[in-house]
């Protein structure tokens, strides 16, 4: 729904790919860096769907000769940070941008402590929330203001029983990086209605 005008012909839509980067062997036994998927038929994979959709997974792990330059340069950043081209240093300098963002830092920090508590109980549910957050955030594009101003509420109460931010993610069946983000503003800024939160979050969501 994003990605197209209400009304507009299919036609129009331009192709979409859905991209993982991955700091780990995709597949046992596989080197390579850059897997392209595409919907193929089940019962005759000779035939393609044609929508000009694709998957694609980045691996920072490997060893493939027929990657461009710049994927290299690119892959090469994720695995150990060192940026050696002019995209990965305008790569990196916007990182350091949004490691300074208070609001950034405050939902990066909650996010941690939640993949670590979840590490340390077992569990690998952070590392699926964290494949989520890309979906999370295409979907929140489509909410309307109203709605945004509805869950700042919920979450505002809920804080107020003493509710942490996974739980509440949990019982609203919420992104947890949204939920995060708010219960972020509302205790930062106490002083806040729930209209002026929203706008404090307006450009982040």
Known sequence: ????????????????????????????????QKYTFRT???????IELGDDAAIVFLCSVGEEEHLSAKLKSFLTYVADGTPCDEFTSKLEHEVTKAKEH???????????????????????????????EGRAEGRAEGRAEGQYMKLIQLIRRKLEKGK??????????????????????????????????????????
């Open 102 to 132: 208070k609001m950034w830092r405050l939902e990066y920090m909650t996010l941690l402590e939640h993949y670590e508590r979840e590490r340390s109980e077992g569990r690998e549910e952070g590392r699926r929330e964290g494949r989520e």
């Open 1 to 32: 729904m994003n990605l197209i005008d209400h009304g507009a012909d299919y036609r129009e839509l331009n192709p979409s790919f859905v991209i993982y980067i991955c700091q780990f062997r995709l597949f046992p036994g596989s080197g390579r």
């Open 164 to 205: 942490t931010p996974d739980v509440i993610a949990d019982e609203l069946e919420e992104e947890f990086s949204v939920v995060c983000m708010m219960c972020n503003a509302i205790q930062s800024n106490p002083d806040m209605d729930d209209e002026a939160v929203y706008r404090l979050l307006k450009e982040n969501l």
């Open 40 to 46: 193929l038929c089940t019962e005759d994979t000779s």
